[in-house]
Structure formats: structure tokens, C-alpha cells
């Protein structure tokens, strides 16, 4: 099991928010009768990710792979099996505190289940500022302040609207100002783009954008579409089947994948200024997160498997600067070490790379 | 077995070989002519579908684009005449094409939204199949796949005996890149990528000439996702099969489409071969939701997207419904409905008033036509063996 951090060295600046070797597993129960049974589902396993002040970090991944798992769990909702969380760099209570809830606040999935319908706009903003003694003199003004800072104008048209009356950008532009609310450091943002229509995606990515520069908040973007990853994050990190295997700049992660299964990803993501169809660099499904394969997971879709990938997993690797993959095809394997030229440029192995690698029968 | 106004169906047994390469590619096989579609009466109406034209060609690929709301799975419903209560057909025709007998004596059209119950049911899935977008719910959940297919096919093949029916739900099952050991699972034991084979598989089994794809693919990962469409695209190429392929994914039909046409706020906006489209757009509108995809390389650079968002169909804008967004509007878009004409000299149509009369368009709408389409080439598919692990 590698425990190496597999995120960038950003520098000596410390994290607003980290987590550090969250493993988060569920029992599920299968079969019925005499045969039911408990098994364990490996959801997240060992992930440490960091999240700076002014800077958005994106996970990528399939459904299934556990981001959701880890915003949550970053969240304190989810309580991990192993690992902690830190707040500027101290442990954060087991307990989610209301001065946790303060700093860190997420954006959910599905901005038309996550408002109450019965409630007006105002009512969803001035909750947490009375919950948390925000702005006790005038609520009101505070509310449409919010309002103006999520470009919802003008705000007093908005502030007594019912969410059915807002179209699904407006809504998750509320939901993004009420996170904003109680003045936190840090937002989750679980797939906020991915219920709302393509015309209205980017204005919501740029308002994310805009809080992390003009108020410096560290945003996790979890997201399932990588090219909106690259628009908006600056560090990307990709997961499969429950872990990291790969986390970079985001140019440099989409412009040079380094690990395989980022390689699969981009060769798939729909690309109009393709010239020709892509071949798909692997086929087949994640596996069932019940029983894991052994060695790196990915290794039964890899088109560059080798032994060692069935036996062991593999170590986290530098491959260039802040560029670090999950992958034993950049060890060198005569002496473990790092081989810091085997980045791939393309989505295809190099001829070189190929060769050295051996076919699964 | 015959029924006026309906070409002689495949014989039960016929293999699914390339027999039916596209001879007369091109050709119409389904048009839609002037459809309307409201969903309540009376003055309480919504306009889901005004007055829109459609050609879907003979072994064609033709890409349906829109946000929610847009219309396009009401259009396409309605063509085939599987629309849902509150929603009226009020108006229009849609003509099927048969493909011509055998004997080469030419098939009769007929008018779908004319046809009766009995018409209609020689037409559907063996000559128009249908694939929906949540293969969960398109399934039956307490029946294996292999039942499904046999209940198909002893319904619309009753020549077939049970053991040629089990041997035809196999062999269909192995076209789509699964094992017929499949035939014994029941729908939720298989991912949701296997799920959406199977669905195609069984929209396949009666050889139809026009497949509706009605967002197959948009509930799936991107990596099974493309796996599908090459598939689809791959027995498109085999079987020649025109398809009708709804999607809010633009990017998605750049790649897979020939044609493509653009609906807003109920209407078709813009027709034109896919490369044309994504090159030299001619509506305000498609030329927006071009730019709301962000690029996956090269430099990365602000884009606005479109301002606003769609309309609300119980409350359009007067004029082009699209006039509150566009950064050319003419005091003209603010009355007057545009029509989708032809544009002079181009085989696409364009329903925008900058491209009419005394208007000049905006340098972005007037990019010179690419000059050749790109070729397309059918991918190479291996359907020896269930790829899902």
C-alpha cells in the first residue's frame, strides 16, 4: 500500500483544508436467505488530497470511483475508517462542529433537490447567517448581498422568489450563496454543473472561478467531465476504482497524461477538433469495489500491464514537476528508480515503451 | 403478414447479414413534415413543437441537438407516435418510406400520424426501433434478458421456433459485444453500459430501417459511452440503419453525426452536415453553445457561454425565441418568427433573420463551409467476446 500523498508539492504554504490517508469502507449486504452475507466495499481507499487558498482542485473519475466519497468525507458528513482531516493544518474533531461547518461548506449534485421547495430564497440565506450570528443587525441586507456576490441581479427580484420560479442555473447559483453564507474558506462543490443545461454550465464554472480569485477560497471540484476540469481547476487529480492515480497541473495532466487510465479518459472525453475517431486506449468496466483486483486495479483494463501490476500496487511516482502518477510503468525497474522521461505524450505508448511491455495473453 | 401501405417484412430467419447495405443511401426514409405538438388545450397550451421539418436520410446519421426542454425527445416521440398523454399532435405529417419489395416494385409511403393502431404495429421496431435513455426502466425487471427477446420474437417472427429464436437472441446479444450466456441475466445484474447493449440489441432484432436514439448513451460513463456509439456506429456501417440520435451533448454529434440539426424553444433552428456545423455555425445560438465547451487542449481562456437561459415555453419571447440571448439581435428578431430556410448556395437551413433580406451577419456567422466533410470510416469492432469485465 503506498501512503506517499499523491498531490503536488505546491509549497511551503500550508492547506486550508487537507485530508490525509482517508479510507472510507461500507458493508453491504448481499444475497438473501442462507446465503446473505457482509461484505466490505472499498469505496475510498488511502487518498490525501490538499486544498489551497485561491486555487481550485478538481477529481475526475468515473461513477463509482469515490469522489463523492471524499467531498464528503472532506466534509466531516462522512466519518473515514482511517485517516484525518485538517483545517489549517490541525486535526479537525471526529465530531462536524458548527465552527467546522463555518469554514467548509459544500455545493450538492442536484440544485433542485437541495433547495426546500416550500421555502422562499430569503429563507434559504438568512437560515445560516441566524444559525451562525452572521450579520444579526440587518439579515436583509445581508441576504441580498449574497445574492449580488452569486450574480443573481437584482437581488431584491430574487430574494422572495420560490426555487420553483428559478431556472436551474439560478437555483444552483442560490444554493452556491447560501454555501457562501456563513463566509467559509472552503467549498465542496460535488458535480455542481452536471444537472444544469450546457448553455448555462460556464456561467456557473466562471462564478466558481471568480470566488477562488477575487476571495481566495480553496474549491473542490468534483466532476465527471474532465474538460471542464481543465477549464476551471488548477490541479486535477484522477481517481479509479476508490484511489488516486494521478494528480497534476491541470494543462499538464490533460496535455500529457502520465498514468493509463488518465490516458483512457481523455481518449474517450468527447472532443470535436478530433480529426479522427480515437482509438480507445482500453476497454471493459472499473471493477466491483467488493474484491478489488490485487496490484494496481487498473491492471485488467491496462493495454501496458505487466507482472508486477498483477502483484503489487504500484508507488506513487514524480514523473515532472507537481506531476505525480500511480503507475509502475514510470519505475525503473532494475533499481526503483524514478524514471522521470517516461511520460507519454500522446494517448498512445511510445514505441520504446511498448516494447518493453508485456502483452496479457 | 401484409398489410397495405407496408413493405413485405424480412422473412423469419433471415440471418443479420449485410444484406442491406444502404443501395440507395440518401434517399429519405422518414419525413417530418410541419409537426406541431402541444401539450394541454385551449389557450392553456404549450407549443413543445412548432411547425418543424425533418429528413432523415436512408442510412443516415442525424443528430438532434437541444438543451432540456428544447423539444427534441417530444419531436421525435411524436413522429413515431409513442407521445404520452398531455401531449396533442395538432398538426403536420411524418411520412415513412418503406424500402422498396424485393421484386423491386416501389413500396407505398405511408403517413404515421394517419396510420391506424394496426398499421402502426407492423411499422413499430421492425421498421422504426426505438433505444431510450434509461435502459433500467426500458427493461422489464422481473424477466431475463433472454425472455424479453423470446417474447419479441415470438411476437413479431412467429415462424420461428423456440430453439431458432434462442439462437437469434444469442447471435443479436453477440453483435453488441456481449456473451449470449447473457440471455439468462436479469437486468440488474448487468452494469448499466451492458444494459444499454441489450436495449440495442433488441431494438436491432427485427432488421429496422430507422433507429431513434433517443439520449443512449448520456446516463453512462464517457469511456462506455464511447465504446457504445463506435458499436452503434460500427453496425450503422453493417446493417445500414438510418438513426435519429437525440442528444444535449453538441460535441458528442460533431463526432458521431452526418447531419445535424438544432432545436430551441420548440423549434428547428439550424440544419447542416456536421462539419459545416462545427465549423461555420450560421445561428447565433449554435454558435454559443459551441463555445460552451471548453476545449481539452491548447491555451485555456475565459468563456462566457450564452448569457440568460432558455426560455420558459408557457412564456416565449415574441419573435425569435432566442432574441433575449443574442448578441446581434435586430429590432426586427423582436416581432417576427424566423423560418428555417435554405441558405443560398449550401445544402444547410438556418431559421435567423440575420442571414435574410438586407441583413448582414456577423463575420463569426460567415465562416466559409468547410471544404471536404471528414471521411468516415467504420471502426473496426470486435464482437467476439463480452468486453465488461
Not at chain 1, 449486504?29 to 472499498?42: E, F, M, V, Y
Not at chain 2, 449554435?286 to 440568460?308: K, Q, S, V, W
Request: aromatic letters at 4%; hydrophobic letters at 40%.
Amino acid at each position: 500500500m503506498n501512503t506517499l500523498a499523491l498531490v503536488p508539492n505546491v509549497g511551503a504554504e500550508t492547506p486550508v483544508l487537507e485530508g490525509r490517508g482517508l479510507t472510507k469502507s461500507y458493508w453491504v449486504k448481499r444475497n438473501t436467505g442462507l446465503l446473505a452475507r457482509r461484505s466490505r466495499l472499498h469505496a475510498v481507499d488511502d487518498i490525501s488530497v490538499q486544498l489551497m487558498a485561491g486555487a481550485v482542485t478538481a477529481v475526475v473519475g468515473e461513477s463509482g470511483s469515490g469522489k463523492t466519497t471524499v467531498a464528503r468525507l472532506l466534509a466531516r458528513i462522512v466519518k473515514p475508517d482511517t485517516g484525518d482531516v485538517l483545517l489549517d493544518g490541525q486535526p479537525v474533531a471526529a465530531a462536524r462542529s458548527r465552527k467546522f461547518a463555518a469554514q467548509v461548506q459544500m455545493v450538492f449534485q442536484d440544485p433542485f433537490a437541495s433547495l426546500n421547495p416550500v421555502h422562499r430564497v430569503r429563507h434559504h440565506l438568512a437560515r445560516p447567517l441566524q444559525i451562525h450570528h452572521i450579520a444579526d443587525g440587518d439579515v436583509d441586507e445581508a441576504v441580498l448581498q449574497l445574492l449580488h456576490r452569486v450574480a443573481l441581479d437584482p437581488p431584491v427580484n430574487f430574494a422572495d422568489k420560490f426555487p420553483y420560479e428559478l431556472s436551474g442555473g439560478q437555483r444552483q447559483r442560490v444554493a452556491i450563496a447560501r454555501a457562501l453564507a456563513v463566509r467559509p474558506r472552503v467549498l465542496l462543490a460535488d458535480e455542481p454543473v452536471s444537472m444544469l443545461d450546457v448553455s448555462i454550465r460556464l456561467g456557473v464554472l466562471n462564478l466558481l472561478a471568480d470566488l477562488r480569485d477575487r476571495e481566495r477560497l480553496a474549491i473542490l471540484y468534483v466532476t465527471h467531465d474532465i474538460a471542464s476540469a481543465r477549464y476551471l481547476a488548477d490541479t486535477i487529480v484522477v481517481m479509479y476504482a476508490g484511489q488516486l492515480v494521478e494528480a497534476a497541473p491541470s494543462v499538464s495532466l490533460t496535455d500529457s497524461p502520465a498514468h493509463p487510465y488518465t490516458q483512457l479518459l481523455l481518449s474517450a472525453a468527447p472532443d470535436p477538433e478530433r480529426r479522427e475517431r480515437p482509438q480507445l486506449a482500453a476497454r471493459g468496466a472499473p471493477p466491483s469495489l467488493l474484491a478489488p483486483p490485487p496490484g494496481c486495479r487498473f491492471h485488467p483494463r491496462c493495454p501496458h500491464v505487466m507482472e508486477i501490476c498483477k502483484r503489487m500496487a504500484p508507488p506513487t511516482v514524480t514523473v515532472s514537476t507537481g506531476h505525480a502518477a500511480a503507475c509502475w510503468l514510470h519505475v525503473d525497474s532494475t533499481n526503483g528508480v524514478v524514471d522521470g522521461v517516461g511520460v507519454t505524450p500522446t494517448t498512445s505508448p511510445s514505441p520504446q515503451r511498448e516494447a518493453e511491455v508485456q502483452r496479457p495473453p | 403478414m401484409s398489410i397495405p401501405g407496408v413493405s413485405e417484412m424480412t422473412s423469419p430467419g433471415t440471418p443479420l447479414a449485410p444484406g442491406h447495405a444502404p443501395d440507395r443511401s440518401g434517399d429519405p426514409v422518414l419525413e417530418i413534415r410541419g409537426l406541431c405538438v402541444d401539450y394541454g388545450f385551449g389557450d392553456d397550451a404549450v407549443h413543445a413543437v412548432a411547425d418543424c421539418d425533418l429528413t432523415l436520410g436512408r442510412g443516415r446519421v442525424l443528430g438532434l441537438a437541444g438543451e432540456s426542454g428544447s423539444g427534441k425527445s417530444t419531436l421525435a416521440m411524436a413522429a413515431i407516435r409513442l407521445l404520452r398523454s398531455p401531449g396533442v399532435i395538432t398538426g403536420g405529417e411524418v411520412l415513412f418510406h418503406p424500402r422498396p419489395a424485393s421484386d423491386g416494385e416501389p413500396a407505398t409511403t405511408m403517413d404515421l400520424l394517419a396510420a391506424g393502431e394496426e398499421q402502426l404495429r407492423a411499422v413499430r421496431w421492425s421498421e422504426i426501433a426505438i433505444v431510450l435513455q434509461s435502459a433500467l426502466n426500458a427493461l422489464n425487471p422481473v424477466s431475463t434478458i433472454g425472455a424479453q427477446f423470446d417474447e419479441l420474437l415470438a411476437t413479431h417472427r412467429p415462424g420461428l421456433g423456440r430453439a431458432s429464436r434462442r439462437d437469434r437472441a444469442g447471435d443479436l446479444l453477440e453483435l453488441v459485444g456481449m456473451t449470449p450466456e447473457r440471455l439468462r441475466s436479469y437486468p440488474h445484474e448487468m452494469s448499466g453500459g451492458m444494459r444499454q447493449r441489450a436495449m440495442i440489441a433488441m431494438a436491432l432484432a427485427l432488421d429496422p430501417q430507422v433507429m431513434i436514439l433517443d439520449e443512449p448513451t448520456t446516463a453512462l460513463d464517457v469511456v462506455t459511452q464511447r465504446e457504445i456509439l463506435e458499436e452503434l456506429m460500427g453496425l450503422r456501417d453493417r446493417l445500414g440503419f438510418a438513426a435519429l440520435f437525440i442528444t444535449h451533448d453538441l460535441s458528442l454529434l460533431v463526432e458521431f453525426a452526418d447531419d445535424i440539426a438544432v432545436m430551441y424553444a420548440g423549434r428547428l433552428m439550424e440544419r447542416a452536415p456536421a462539419a459545416s456545423l462545427f465549423r461555420a455555425p450560421r445561428l447565433p445560438y449554435t454558435y454559443g453553445l459551441l463555445h460552451c465547451f471548453p476545449p481539452m487542449h491548447g491555451e485555456r481562456y475565459r468563456m462566457e457561454g450564452i448569457p440568460g437561459s432558455p426560455p420558459d415555453l408557457r412564456d416565449l419571447p415574441p419573435g425569435c425565441a432566442f432574441h433575449p440571448r443574442c448578441q446581434w439581435a435586430m429590432p426586427q428578431c423582436r416581432q417576427d418568427v424566423p423560418k428555417l430556410e435554405p441558405l443560398a448556395g449550401s445544402p444547410r437551413e438556418v431559421a435567423c433573420w440575420l442571414h435574410r433580406g438586407k441583413a448582414t451577419a456577423p463575420p463569426e456567422l460567415k465562416l466559409p463551409d468547410p471544404a471536404v466533410t471528414r471521411p468516415r470510416t467504420a471502426p473496426v469492432i470486435d464482437t467476439s467476446a463480452e468486453r465488461a469485465v
